[in-house]
C-alpha cells in the first residue's frame, strides 16, 4: 500500500487533479476506503459520483468510475484475481496505469 500512497503523492505533487485518480486494490481495501465504507455504501460511493477527490476501490468494485490515472495495488487476493484486476484497471484508465506490487509476481501473471 505504501507504494500506492506514494505513487499518489507524486502525481499530485506533479499537478495531477485529486479527481483524476482512481486507486485500486487486489486485496484488502485501502484504509481510506475502509474507513469511508463505515459510513455506509450509498455515502462511500456518492463521493466517487462527487469527485473532487482521490477514489480508492476494489479492484473488483464494477461500480468504480473510469478515471484518466489509476494506480492498481496488488497486494493480496488469488492469482486468479489479480490476473482479472490488471485488464479491468487498464479498461478505467483513461491515459496512465500504475501498477504496484511485487515485480516477480506480476511477471508470472502476465
Excluded at 502525481?11 to 482512481?22: E, F, N, T, W
Excluded at 474507513?35 to 477514489?55: I, K
Aim: aromatic share 6%.
Amino acid at each position: 500500500m505504501t507504494a500506492a500512497d506514494e505513487a499518489v503523492d507524486v502525481l499530485l505533487d506533479s499537478g495531477r487533479a485529486p479527481d483524476d485518480i482512481l486507486v485500486l486494490t487486489t486485496g484488502e481495501q485501502h484504509p481510506w476506503a475502509q474507513h469511508e465504507l463505515s459510513f455506509g455504501e450509498d455515502s462511500y460511493w456518492r463521493q466517487q459520483d462527487e469527485g473532487g477527490d482521490v477514489f480508492f476501490a476494489h479492484a473488483t468494485a464494477e461500480r468504480a468510475a473510469k478515471r484518466p490515472v489509476v494506480v492498481l495495488t496488488v497486494n493480496g487476493g488469488t492469482d486468479e484475481d489479480t490476473s482479472r484486476a490488471l485488464p479491468a484497471a487498464m479498461a478505467r484508465a483513461g491515459s496512465l496505469l500504475i501498477v504496484c506490487g511485487d515485480p516477480e509476481r506480476l511477471r508470472n501473471l502476465l
